[in-house]
């Protein structure tokens, strides 16, 4: 914004021109200029004064003047030069220093304007704007080294903006393809130039957007809205069939007033608008601007600086009376939302929440964006700062949003602006998620071609995938639109088989989730598939010594490796196996095959105690008779530990699927079903 005080805040001095006046006393005649907010007139007589001034002090009281001027136009380059130049004609007044640490750190240069804080806090120590303009610019060095994590994106609107100002954009209907903003474009109603601006007086102009997105030209409201004065800053009832909008009229050729105007639509014009009226008739006369409607337009929030409050201009509220058809008296926010700064600019989102724009909150520079979420009937918590890119060093202000979205426009004058406050959009990129990987065979490592991958979502969601040669597979993009197969907050299975192949395979299942994913991200889930082979190995199961029971004791229990083969049979429904126990070479033969077969017995039984059928799995018991590992092969090695080993992987149970056409029959759920992965070992 490059007049704080200007059309864009609403409350502000005629700008009568004093150029013309005599040149007699330059000095006094700048400073009635610089006291009616006369700035643009105000800066072209302080200096004609400071050439022909000769006391060294009345200098340096006209450099800081020249100063002050370019601070209230919102041009900080050059207020930043006048400062420094009153700085070194010793200029008394601290708020030197004060004011060009905020107009340098209104540039985004926080280092060196926390010297310039520091410089302050030393002649002014009792004033807490030193300290809270240095944590201000530690806040906004942070905000800015975060803000690619930010959820937002900012882009000039180019086709809505000018070289002059355009800001605080409105929805001018009901589905949002249409605005209404202020700007002093050339073309404006009201002739010659505000000589608080040096620019033409501001007018609220419409422009719509097409299909492909593409913004009409601006084209100013009916002359029944704007006049020679400064209209600006509006807002629309729900209907889109009401406008109440700002507007700042002279009185006595030296002050505007400004006011809350409304009118009624009539086609595609609008009818003559009157000020409101509240139930205390003398508020027509109080300075007030910047009106926002809650969404059953019976509340309206604006600013004033009028009606005390915390210091500068506050937020009040009021509601409507249909029956008098007439506003409530207003009532200050209070001291959680005002400051002893300015606050202006509220919009309120129709879940109540308050967004208004405050240089007296911590913020990165200039006026900032903040929201303060809804407690109550027209109450309001501690506002947050919307940090970068949302704000930035500059002045960022005239928020609005497009409903219930995460989208909308928002009023900058910041690096890429087109000259001075400019329109910008401000969106949320749709959070991206690709699930991709592979399917191999868990043996070979060689790809699975025509796998099916099959994706269930916790929203209801379930879509299929098969494999190309290399055995990748990938959930993206739905095919012809923009539509994707993952979405926020959502947790996903993932279902892996193989079917109609020599071998076969047991289908495998994974687990991913967008829950708490912020970013766009891509996940990678790989998968190996285990073949039909003659003997499938799974976690070890433990039994004591000569013993069939499964292991359970505080450091072991076996239950737990026999829940994988669990899991194994619940994901493939259709298979029936053969679970083998075996044992090693030492005992009797007939006492080993006797063992291993109570051990694959109580195998099974565990099994069939979780609620798989009994008909599923095939105990078998083989004693000795199929060792891995032959005892001339043990004897052989040399080592005792060695040699042990190679006897534990003779103890081993395992699996092998017999067939795949097993046919599931209907059943209740199981109850008491235990779960888990954990690893264990075989005794």
Same mark, same amino acid.
Request: charge should be negative; aromatic fraction near 10%.
């Given at each position: 914004?490059?007049?704080?005080?200007?059309?864009?805040?609403?409350?502000?001095?005629?700008?009568?021109?004093?150029?013309?006046?005599?040149?007699?006393?330059?000095?006094?005649?700048?400073?009635?200029?610089?006291?009616?907010?006369?700035?643009?007139?105000?800066?072209?007589?302080?200096?004609?004064?400071?050439?022909?001034?000769?006391?060294?002090?009345?200098?340096?009281?006209?450099?800081?003047?020249?100063?002050?001027?370019?601070?209230?136009?919102?041009?900080?380059?050059?207020?930043?030069?006048?400062?420094?130049?009153?700085?070194?004609?010793?200029?008394?007044?601290?708020?030197?220093?004060?004011?060009?640490?905020?107009?340098?750190?209104?540039?985004?240069?926080?280092?060196?304007?926390?010297v310039e804080y520091q410089k302050y806090k030393?002649?002014?120590p009792g004033d807490p704007r030193g300290d809270?303009?240095?944590?201000?610019?530690?806040?906004?060095?942070?905000?800015? /080294?975060?803000? !690619?994590? +930010?959820?937002? %994106? @900012?882009?000039?609107?180019?086709?809505?903006? #000018? $070289?002059?100002?355009?800001?605080?954009?409105?929805?001018?209907?009901?589905?949002?393809?249409?605005?209404?903003?202020?700007?002093?474009?050339?073309?404006?109603?009201?002739?010659?130039?505000?000589?608080?601006?040096?620019?033409?007086?501001?007018?609220?102009?419409?422009?719509?957007?097409?299909?492909?997105?593409?913004?009409?030209?601006?084209?100013?409201?009916?002359?029944?809205?704007?006049?020679?004065?400064?209209?600006?800053?509006?807002?629309?009832?729900?209907?889109?069939?009401?406008?109440?909008?700002?507007?700042?009229?002279?009185?006595?050729?030296?002050?505007?007033?400004?006011?809350?105007?409304?009118?009624?639509?009539?086609?595609?014009?609008?009818?003559?608008?009157?000020?409101? /009226?509240?139930? !205390?008739? +003398?508020?027509? %006369? @109080?300075?007030?601007?910047?009106?926002?409607? #809650? $969404?059953?337009?019976?509340?309206?929030?604006?600013?004033?600086?009028?009606?005390?409050?915390?210091?500068?201009?506050?937020?009040?509220?009021?509601?409507?009376?249909?029956?008098?058809?007439?506003?409530?008296?207003?009532?200050?926010?209070?001291?959680?939302?005002?400051?002893?700064?300015?606050?202006?600019?509220?919009?309120?989102?129709?879940?109540?929440?308050?967004?208004?724009?405050?240089?007296?909150?911590?913020?990165?520079?200039?006026?900032?964006?903040?929201?303060?979420?809804?407690?109550?009937?027209?109450?309001?918590?501690?506002?947050?700062?919307?940090?970068?890119?949302?704000?930035?060093?500059?002045?960022?202000?005239?928020?609005?949003?497009?409903?219930?979205?995460?989208?909308?426009?928002?009023?900058?004058?910041?690096?890429?602006?087109?000259?001075?406050?400019?329109?910008?959009?401000?969106?949320?990129?749709?959070?991206?998620?690709?699930?991709?990987?592979?399917?191999?065979?868990?043996?070979?490592?060689?790809?699975?071609?025509?796998?099916?991958?099959?994706?269930?979502?916790?929203?209801?969601?379930?879509?299929?995938?098969?494999?190309?040669?290399?055995?990748?597979?990938?959930?993206?993009?739905?095919?012809?639109?923009?539509?994707?197969?993952?979405?926020?907050?959502?947790?996903?299975?993932?279902?892996?088989?193989?079917?109609?192949?020599?071998?076969?395979?047991?289908?495998?299942?994974?687990?991913?989730?967008?829950?708490?994913?912020?970013?766009?991200?891509?996940?990678?889930?790989?998968?190996?598939?285990?073949?039909?082979?003659?003997?499938?190995?799974?976690?070890?199961?433990?039994?004591?010594?000569g013993k069939w029971d499964l292991q359970v004791?505080?450091?072991?229990?076996?239950?737990?490796?026999?829940?994988?083969?669990?899991?194994?049979?619940?994901?493939?429904?259709?298979?029936?196996?053969?679970?083998?126990?075996?044992?090693?070479?030492?005992?009797?033969?007939?006492?080993?095959?006797?063992?291993?077969?109570?051990?694959?017995?109580?195998?099974?039984?565990?099994?069939?105690?979780?609620?798989?059928?009994?008909?599923?799995?095939?105990?078998?018991?083989?004693?000795?008779?199929?060792?891995?590992?032959?005892?001339?092969?043990?004897?052989?090695?040399?080592?005792?530990?060695?040699?042990?080993?190679?006897?534990?992987?003779?103890?081993?149970?395992?699996?092998?699927?017999?067939?795949?056409?097993?046919?599931?029959?209907?059943?209740?759920?199981?109850?008491?079903?235990?779960?888990?992965?954990?690893?264990?070992?075989?005794?």
């Amino acid at each position: 914004m490059k007049l704080m005080r200007t059309i864009a805040v609403l409350f502000l001095a005629f700008g009568v021109s004093f150029t013309s006046f005599a040149q007699k006393d330059l000095t006094k005649t700048a400073e009635l200029a610089f006291e009616s907010e006369s700035y643009s007139d105000a800066i072209l007589l302080f200096k004609k004064a400071y050439t022909k001034e000769k006391d060294s002090k009345k200098k340096g009281e006209i450099l800081f003047n020249i100063a002050e001027c370019y601070r209230n136009i919102q041009d900080p380059k050059q207020a930043e030069v006048w400062y420094k130049k009153a700085i070194k004609f010793n200029h008394p007044d601290p708020l030197a220093n004060l004011y060009l640490a905020d107009v340098i750190k209104s540039q985004g240069r926080y280092d060196e304007a926390i010297v310039e804080y520091q410089k302050y806090k030393a002649k002014n120590p009792g004033d807490p704007r030193g300290d809270s303009g240095i944590k201000s610019c530690e806040m906004a060095s942070k905000w800015e /080294e975060e803000k !690619d994590k +930010s959820k937002y %994106k @900012v882009e000039n609107e180019v086709l809505l903006n #000018s $070289k002059e100002f355009d800001f605080s954009p409105t929805f001018a209907d009901k589905k949002n393809n249409a605005v209404i903003f202020t700007s002093s474009r050339q073309g404006s109603t009201g002739g010659g130039d505000d000589g608080v601006t040096g620019q033409s007086f501001t007018d609220l102009f419409y422009s719509e957007r097409d299909k492909r997105g593409k913004w009409s030209v601006p084209e100013p409201l009916n002359t029944t809205i704007n006049t020679a004065g400064n209209e600006g800053s509006a807002a629309l009832n729900t209907r889109r069939n009401f406008i109440y909008f700002t507007r700042c009229e002279a009185q006595n050729k030296k002050q505007l007033v400004c006011h809350i105007y409304g009118a009624k639509k009539q086609g595609r014009l609008w009818a003559e608008p009157t000020q409101i /009226e509240f139930e !205390d008739d +003398s508020l027509k %006369k @109080v300075h007030m601007g910047h009106p926002c409607l #809650s $969404k059953d337009d019976m509340v309206m929030i604006f600013a004033t600086d009028a009606l005390g409050g915390q210091g500068g201009k506050d937020l009040f509220y009021s509601t409507y009376d249909k029956k008098a058809k007439k506003w409530s008296n207003p009532v200050n926010l209070g001291p959680e939302i005002n400051t002893s700064g300015h606050e202006m600019f509220p919009f309120l989102r129709p879940d109540g929440t308050l967004f208004f724009a405050s240089d007296g909150h911590i913020g990165m520079g200039g006026l900032d964006i903040f929201s303060a979420a809804s407690t109550g009937k027209n109450a309001w918590g501690k506002p947050e700062n919307m940090k970068s890119p949302i704000n930035s060093p500059a002045n960022d202000f005239g928020i609005i949003f497009e409903g219930n979205k995460n989208r909308g426009f928002l009023t900058s004058d910041r690096k890429d602006s087109r000259g001075a406050d400019d329109i910008y959009q401000f969106y949320q990129p749709p959070t991206i998620y690709i699930l991709q990987g592979t399917v191999t065979d868990v043996e070979t490592k060689k790809p699975l071609v025509g796998a099916k991958v099959t994706l269930v979502g916790t929203d209801g969601s379930s879509v299929e995938a098969v494999t190309d040669e290399l055995g990748f597979y990938m959930f993206d993009k739905k095919e012809g639109t923009n539509d994707r197969f993952l979405s926020e907050n959502t947790a996903y299975t993932i279902e892996v088989s193989k079917e109609g192949s020599d071998p076969g395979y047991l289908n495998a299942k994974g687990q991913e989730t967008t829950v708490g994913v912020a970013k766009s991200t891509t996940f990678v889930h790989d998968f190996g598939l285990q073949p039909f082979s003659d003997e499938i190995t799974f976690p070890k199961v433990l039994y004591d010594l000569g013993k069939w029971d499964l292991q359970v004791n505080d450091s072991v229990n076996s239950k737990d490796s026999l829940n994988f083969l669990y899991q194994v049979l619940v994901d493939n429904p259709n298979i029936v196996i053969e679970l083998s126990a075996h044992t090693d070479s030492r005992g009797g033969d007939k006492a080993n095959e006797t063992l291993s077969q109570k051990r694959a017995q109580s195998c099974v039984d565990y099994l069939v105690e979780k609620g798989i059928p009994e008909d599923r799995m095939k105990p078998q018991g083989y004693g000795e008779r199929s060792l891995k590992i032959t005892d001339e092969t043990i004897a052989a090695l040399p080592t005792v530990q060695e040699r042990e080993a190679a006897h534990q992987e003779n103890r081993r149970t395992v699996f092998k699927v017999l067939r795949d056409d097993y046919v599931p029959k209907p059943a209740a759920p199981a109850e008491g079903t235990e779960g888990g992965d954990t690893e264990g070992s075989d005794g």
